[in-house]
């Protein structure tokens, strides 16, 4: 079965199932996850923790025997595979296969890992085999329009009362961290127990975390151009480089190309991802979109040393262009 991260806490209140695999890219969120069932799995009885991470020349025997071997004074065993960017081989996906076929009960299994691959992962064979008898939870990172609703949830978990205009400030400050976001709001619970949280408070015990990646940026294109513009700056006050920033954006072309060419992105999107990406390519057209991907590989050029101008003035440009958005004259000899 699939869940979401937000429904997991709900799910492990009524039932736990013999085997869990958590992934993504988000740390702070799959480290809440992952602590969720663990905590459950010993409140269930499962004692005896065996962890196991996947590395180069990794035994896939040594997980196996572990399975089939008595648990701690004859309880119940929680087993524990940190795969990070690893894949389970050949021989570790027959193992994975193996273990949950016919799952004992005195066995679960926690799998966590990086990001799935649409194409490597989702169906394969260990993937699929976790699907039929658990759950798998897909992280993905918190977006901006549902961070103050996570915000909120958060406060009332730690039986704070927070105002609106507090919860805008900051969704405002902290977007794009949700650690530095979770942190604030145990201090803000610490400092003001007894009161409700306003903009004063925010403004007196919180500073600006925010922190983007190259994706806040490509998600904001087809959004909020002004936010897009935003983030780049901020990423490049972070000191990602341009070649990062042009990969990422050109990326986002051809996502766009494909939803109007009809032929589908092969990127593994997150559904509401997706459907705003096809609404805001067929919006743009392939004419623009055309435009773009040429500005794009002149950008490359640049970067290359093979084009004479401005890597940043051309992410910038490309930026706009993405967005929609008229390109200024400035921008328009690029």
């Known amino acids: 079965m699939q869940l979401r991260a937000e429904q997991l806490g709900k799910h492990l209140g009524q039932s736990l199932l013999p085997a869990y695999l958590v992934a993504g890219d988000e740390p702070f ?55 990070g960017d690893k894949r389970p081989d050949k021989e570790g996906s027959a193992v994975i296969c193996k273990l949950l076929d016919n799952p004992p009960a005195d066995i679960l299994l926690l799998i966590s890992a990086s990001k799935l691959d649409r194409r490597r992962d989702v169906g394969s064979k260990w993937v699929s085999a976790v699907d039929s008898v658990g759950a798998v939870i897909d992280i993905w990172p918190i977006d901006p329009g549902h961070l103050p609703r996570w915000i909120e949830q958060r406060c009332q978990q730690k039986g704070m009362q927070i105002q609106s205009d507090a919860v805008a400030l900051l969704s405002e400050l902290s977007e794009g961290n949700a650690l530095a976001c979770a942190q604030e709001i145990d201090k803000l619970a610490l400092l003001f127990p ?13 500073g600006d975390c925010s922190r983007h990646t190259i994706f806040d940026l490509t998600d904001a294109l087809s959004r909020d151009p002004a936010r897009a513009l935003r983030i780049l700056d901020g990423l490049r006050a972070e000191g990602t480089d341009e070649v990062q920033i042009l990969w990422a954006l050109a990326r986002e072309a051809r996502i766009f190309e494909a939803f109007v060419s009809g032929h589908g992105s092969s990127q593994r999107l997150p559904q509401q991802k997706a459907v705003e990406a096809e609404r805001h390519a067929i919006r743009l057209g392939l004419p623009a979109i ?3 991907l040429a500005l794009a590989a002149r950008v490359d050029q640049t970067i290359k040393g093979m084009r004479s101008g401005d890597a940043a003035s051309g992410n910038t440009a490309l930026t706009l262009k993405l967005a929609g958005q008229p390109l200024p004259a400035i921008f328009e000899q690029l």
Not at 39 to 58: L, N, P, S, W
Not at 194 to 206: A, K, M, Y
Request: aromatic share 8%; glycine share 10%.
């Open 29 to 83: 969120q799959l480290g809440e996850c992952t602590d969720l069932i663990r905590r459950q799995a010993r409140a269930a009885g499962f004692d005896d923790r065996q962890t196991f991470t996947v590395a180069d020349r990794f035994d896939w025997h040594d997980l196996l025997n572990e399975a089939q071997s008595m648990g701690l004074f004859g309880g119940q065993k929680l087993l524990e595979l940190r795969l």
């Open 194 to 206: 007894d009161q409700p949280v306003g903009l004063q408070e925010i403004r007196q015990s919180v």
């Open 290 to 292: 055309g435009a773009a």
